[in-house]
């Protein structure tokens, strides 16, 4: 970022004490150079002879800056600094004093860096102790202790002139065995800005306060209507928990005026956590039991972003530079991002019930290139979140707009760099902590001293993921702000919308300019080559399901996380991440299968042979083709030819077993090949082989057969005909009985006629055989009924 008045030179307050310092100097030379006349001790005498800050030993003790209140004084307070001061010397410290020094202005955002550099002791930029009352005394400060003290200083007896931003110094002074004499062993320094009065034209400063984590969520769900969702760990229920990261987060931004940044993926992951959730534990998984911990930090965020702009960035937080560096070239992962950015707003109205800005894209660190640029607007973007430190201003005196046309329809709102990295250290430690509430104050004051006329619109870019100390820094620092007289909030869609300034650069550097250590964090171009993959077997998979949705849902948001920039700096998580995803799908890809077969036995020329596919899912599948090949279709044809299809449907949790037709043209073992397809004619899982043995019978068989046969119709012939004959007896025996009953009634005739014993002679005739081989009549009367089922019925 350009400077404005990044010349040397101070204010007419701080000119005015340096001449009274000279003055003194001067008048007091003659005294001092009679004094050099006087015999010194080697020791004195070599400190007058070093530099200054030789001479004052001022590394030996250590001051801390503890606290400073108000961090932006007005007339009529008290400035309070407290802090601890620790002897790092071997030697006690006796006579020892805490007091604060005030020094000269800095000229420039440049000279607030290069004053933050400094160590050691000078006397001329650190300026003259306030001194007096204003001090806290140690008689003693013994090697190795610590002890704290607390100055108050009414800002009046600071002698603060014009506004601008002032070096403040605490120093300990005192005297050591080695050094009897009274000096500066000890020195912190920060930067007080002062403005007491309101600005004539404020800085609009956009502040954009991120909600962003790592990927929480698995591409597992349970087996149930609900999908039960499962997570990785717990991690995210201690980091919206009241005293989480996440939860002061949203704690701290209920407070202040500021842009909300959200990742819908956390949303989604918190959202899910408010119902029946399970969690991994080993190889097995867990009920979750914090659901009441997300209810509650989810209806305060909801209440929070009422009424104020948020900012959803494409779900999961996708690379966009690895996306363009090493992604934009393997199939299909663009179109990720786009699914990415098309779910963010339906994810933020649903659980939050705000319509969120999804114009803008962040690319890590602010840094762009043109292929990053090409990428981040190729989803629907049109503003990118650039840096100062990466689109930078070199030939400017001031900070411009951070809205700056960089072609194409895009608008690059381009965040300071000094700003948005103020709080990236160790903000744990309150001696930082303070410090940098103080040097990010300098240079915002600083930004609106450089050209007062000029209204500008500067926007803050902090880190994604802010730990709870760096929030609580930035939350401090922004109060100070927001309170300060110099600056008034803005959203991020006004600065965006600000007119840009003209003398702004708006050329996006060369690809050869992104940083190197940005360069060794992206994802590589493995990492979409396996998320390929993972999309390439999810086509597959969901071809055949009933309800697709219960898949590519969860699916496709796990390769959205795969994608996050989250995973930088965590290559030994993200890759095993990626590699469960891919893994569970084969799971259950795998649940839909062919069962094996052993050897089947084909006796005869014709048969069936059943395959039997089985559905594990709990849906089921649909549009699925079976495939069995013969391997010789000169010895085995199936339904004709080498191969024969059927599509197949199978209900979740069961099986079903298909039959083909086969004809076999020689005896032998054949192998035969099941394979299952998708409708569109891809291989879906392993093939199932297995042999099939063909016992056809022989011709010597087939003769003894035919013989068989044969005898068996002769013998139905003789049967026939002996029956045909004893037909014809029975008939030439009926003729004869009636003869002969024709014959007994003549003669019963003659009889009456004869007399009695012609009767008598007749009847003892008729009641016995006239020759004993003539057979009696005793042939039952044959039945009017139908023949009884199977049975065989003569005609």
């Known amino acids: ?239 919206i928990a009241p005293g989480g990261r996440l939860g002061q987060m949203l704690n701290l931004g209920k407070e202040l005026n500021i842009t909300w940044v959200i990742d819908p993926d956390l949303l989604a992951s918190v959202d899910a956590m408010t119902r029946s959730y399970r969690v991994k534990s080993g190889t097995d998984t867990v009920a979750g039991r914090n659901q009441a911990i997300a209810k509650r930090w ?98 400017l005196t001031y900070t411009p707009n951070a809205a700056r046309p960089i072609g194409g329809g895009t608008t690059a709102v381009v965040a300071d760099a000094r700003l948005s990295t103020a709080f990236q250290g160790d903000m744990t430690k309150a001696d930082n902590a303070t410090r940098a509430v103080q040097r990010f104050l300098a240079q915002s004051l600083m930004t609106s001293l450089q050209n007062p006329g000029k209204q500008r619109s500067v926007v803050i870019a902090p880190q994604r993921m802010p730990s709870a100390s760096q929030a609580q820094t930035m939350a401090q620092a922004l109060t100070a702000l927001q309170n300060g007289n110099w600056s008034q909030s803005q959203d991020l869609s006004a600065a965006a919308d600000a007119k840009p300034d003209p003398n702004a650069s708006t050329k996006v550097p060369a690809a050869s300019a992104y940083p190197k250590s940005l360069r060794k964090q992206q994802l590589p171009t493995s990492a979409f080559e396996t998320i390929l993959g993972t999309q390439t077997d999810l086509d597959r998979f969901k071809m055949i399901l009933a309800d697709k949705s219960r898949v590519v849902t969860p699916f496709g948001r796990a390769m959205n996380r795969e994608m996050s920039t989250s995973w930088r700096g965590r290559a030994g998580e993200a890759g095993p991440y990626r590699d469960s995803v891919r893994s569970y799908l084969g799971t259950l890809t795998d649940q839909v299968r062919l069962i094996e077969k052993s050897e089947t036995k084909l006796s005869g020329r ?112 003789r049967m026939y005909t002996q029956r045909k004959r004893a037909a014809a007896r029975q008939a030439e025996e009926e003729v004869a009985e009636e003869d002969a009953a024709v014959q007994e009634t003549s003669e019963t005739e003659d009889v009456d006629a004869d007399g009695p014993e012609e009767e008598s002679r007749v009847r003892s005739g008729a009641d016995g055989p006239e020759h004993p081989s003539d057979p009696s009549a005793d042939t039952a009367q044959e039945s009017a009924d139908p023949s009884g089922t199977g049975e065989r019925v003569d005609r």
């Open 298 to 395: 989810l209806g305060e965020l909801e209440e929070a972003v009422q009424g104020e702009e948020v900012v959803a960035l494409p779900f999961a937080d996708p690379d966009l530079a690895s996306l363009a560096h090493n992604g934009k070239n393997v199939s299909g992962s663009l179109s990720h991002l786009k699914d990415a950015t098309d779910v963010a707003a339906d994810t933020v109205e649903t659980v939050l019930h705000v319509e969120p800005e999804t114009d803008f894209s962040w690319p890590v660190n602010g840094a762009v290139d043109p292929s990053i640029v090409k990428v981040a607007t190729s989803a629907g973007a049109d503003k990118v979140i650039a840096r100062s430190d990466s689109l930078q201003d070199g030939g």
């Open 1 to 239: 970022m350009a400077e404005a008045a990044d010349t040397q030179g101070m204010s007419a307050s701080p000119a005015r004490r340096w001449l009274r310092r000279t003055g003194a100097l001067f008048a007091g030379a003659p005294l001092l150079a009679c004094l050099l006349q006087l015999p010194t001790a080697p020791a004195a005498h070599s400190a007058e002879q070093s530099s200054p800050a030789e001479a004052t030993g001022s590394n030996t003790v250590d001051v801390s800056l503890d606290s400073l209140a108000p961090s932006v004084p007005s007339d009529g307070d008290t400035l309070t600094v407290s802090g601890t001061v620790r002897n790092n010397g071997k030697q006690p410290v006796t006579s020892a004093h805490v007091g604060l020094r005030v020094g000269g202005t800095v000229s420039g955002r440049a000279a607030i860096d290069d004053a933050a550099k400094r160590s050691g002791f000078n006397q001329y930029t650190d300026g003259t102790e306030v001194g007096g009352k204003y001090v806290e005394k140690f008689s003693r400060l013994a090697p190795g202790v610590a002890q704290s003290f607390s100055i108050s200083v009414p800002v009046k007896n600071l002698d603060l002139g014009d506004d601008g931003v002032y070096q403040l110094g605490i120093s300990l002074s005192g005297k050591t065995a080695s050094a009897p004499y009274d000096q500066v062993l000890g020195i912190e320094r920060t930067f007080l800005p002062w403005q007491p009065d309101t600005a004539d034209t404020k800085t609009k400063t956009t502040y954009l306060w991120p909600l962003i984590s790592t990927s929480h969520l698995t591409a597992e769900t349970g087996p149930g209507e609900q999908q039960t969702p499962v997570f990785q760990n717990d991690d995210l229920a201690n980091e």
């Open 606 to 717: 014709s048969a069936t042979i059943p395959v039997t596919v089985q559905n594990n899912l709990v849906q089921g599948v649909d549009k699925l083709v079976l495939r069995l090949t013969s391997k010789q279709p000169k010895r085995l044809e199936i339904d004709g030819e080498d191969h024969a299809e059927q599509t197949i449907k199978v209900s979740g949790g069961h099986s079903q077993s298909v039959k083909f037709n086969t004809n076999a043209n020689a005896n032998g073992v054949v192998a035969v090949e099941a394979q299952l397809y998708t409708e569109d004619g891809q291989k879906y899982g392993p093939p199932v082989t297995f042999d099939v043995n063909v016992t056809e019978f022989t011709p010597t068989v087939m003769l003894v057969i035919a013989g068989g046969v044969l005898l068996l119709v002769l013998a139905g012939f």
